[in-house]
């Protein structure tokens, strides 16, 4: 069985850019502990509205990196930066699809 986790996040008074960046840090660290796929979005609606997703084969995988020293660290460093409780929620994908060889349209960061 696959997880897909997404964690929604909201950032407080002015913090949405820092915490941009911090997510577009952290995020990429699941791949270390078996994810195999990971994204952070923003909303265009509410600038403030985070959705990180990272994809795992095993549950323990996911547990793994949320309670791992990284993602410690960034809650203890960021804390101040989103709102709380942070709720994730395990999702089963139940269809996908995409277009082989288009790539979308505008400006994505580097993968680290």
């Not at 699941?30 to 600038?47: C, I, K, P, T």
């Not at 990284?70 to 699809?97: I, K």
């Amino acid at each position: 069985m696959n997880y897909s986790v997404h964690v929604p996040w909201y950032a407080t008074a002015f913090r949405p850019d820092k915490l941009e960046v911090a997510l577009g840090e952290i995020a990429p660290i699941a791949l270390r502990y078996g994810a195999f796929a990971y994204s952070v979005y923003r909303s265009h609606e509410d600038r403030y509205k985070f959705v990180q997703i990272a994809d795992f084969e095993k549950k323990q995988d996911w547990i793994a990196y949320w309670d791992g020293p990284e993602f410690t660290r960034f809650r203890t460093l960021c804390s101040g930066w989103f709102q709380v409780p942070v709720l994730y929620a395990m999702q089963d994908l139940t269809a996908h699809g995409e277009m082989p060889g288009l790539v979308p349209s505008g400006d994505l960061p580097d993968a680290a």
